[in-house]
Nanobody, 116 residues
Framework: VKLVESGGGSVHPGESLRLSCEGS????????MNWHRQAPGRERELVAS???????NYADSVKGRFIISRDNDQNTVYLQMNNVKPEDTAVYYC???????????WGQGTQVTVSS
């Protein structure tokens, strides 16, 4: 079982980017799904989360700009990043979290760089 992330890259401030996190040999709709990020020299930060029931939560730093969504047919979770800023530069990780146990699973991370 694993999570496979894609969609990272280099963009300019104000542009948009969509990250994908696809589940392999597990059904993402059964789990809480989170997106985290870690910038150089900083601690990992929870950016967005989506509960099994579809409740979404966002860090204040991305609220109104980022959207977490699910496509259960594609077994994929997305992070739509709009109006990106240089401070959004980080490695972004998706995380699967069980609502009933302590089991968690992390993706390998994808780099997002925002610069002019």
């Amino acid at each position: 079982v694993k999570l496979v992330e894609s969609g990272g890259g280099s963009v300019h401030p104000g542009e948009s980017l969509r990250l994908s996190c696809e589940g392999s040999d597990l059904t993402l709709s059964k789990y809480i799904m989170n997106w985290h990020r870690q910038a150089p020299g900083r601690e990992r930060e929870l950016v967005a989360s989506s509960t099994v029931g579809g409740v979404e939560n966002y860090a204040d730093s991305v609220k109104g700009r980022f959207i977490i969504s699910r496509d259960n047919d594609q077994n994929t979770v997305y992070l739509q990043m709009n109006n990106v800023k240089p401070e959004d530069t980080a490695v972004y990780y998706c995380e699967l979290e069980s609502a009933y146990t302590t089991w968690r699973l992390w993706g390998q991370g994808t780099q997002v760089t925002v610069s002019s």
